[in-house]
């Protein structure tokens, strides 16, 4: 079992910036791919990006270059810092984590960013 709290969200100006932390309850290392997702009023919760074990990433396109995901196995933190942010980019955040060849997949309870003027 894996508990996920995010934090870090918060109000920021168009073009600032600003860093999700997510903290893991349990080891997350090796096993697990974790993921930030985020989802806007009415509409669908999307995949911002995410990292595996190795610290490989994927992002979707419309943050590339301007967020970026890391890890910290020994501290079962997962970050997401972005930069450049955007009005649309207002949504609450979620941490994911999901165990590979396992369907155990864990999410935190979100934290909200809003972009603003």
């Known amino acids: 079992q894996v508990q996920l709290v995010e934090s870090g969200g918060g109000l920021v100006q168009p073009g600032g910036s600003l860093r999700l932390s997510c903290a893991a309850s349990?080891?997350?290392?090796?096993?697990?791919?974790m993921g930030w997702y985020r989802q806007a009023p009415g509409k669908q919760r999307e995949l911002v990006g995410s990292?595996?074990?190795?610290?490989?990433?994927n992002y979707r396109d419309s943050v590339k270059g301007r967020f970026t995901i890391s890890r910290d196995n020994a501290k079962n933190t997962v970050y997401l810092q972005m930069n450049s942010l955007k009005p649309e980019d207002t949504a609450v955040y979620y941490c994911?984590?999901?165990?590979?060849?396992?369907?155990?997949?864990?999410w935190g309870q979100g934290t909200q960013v809003t972009v603003s003027s």
């Open positions: 990292i595996t074990s190795g610290s490989i990433t």
């Open positions: 349990g080891s997350i290392s090796s096993l697990y791919i």
């Open positions: 994911n984590a999901r165990k590979v060849f396992s369907s155990d997949n864990y």
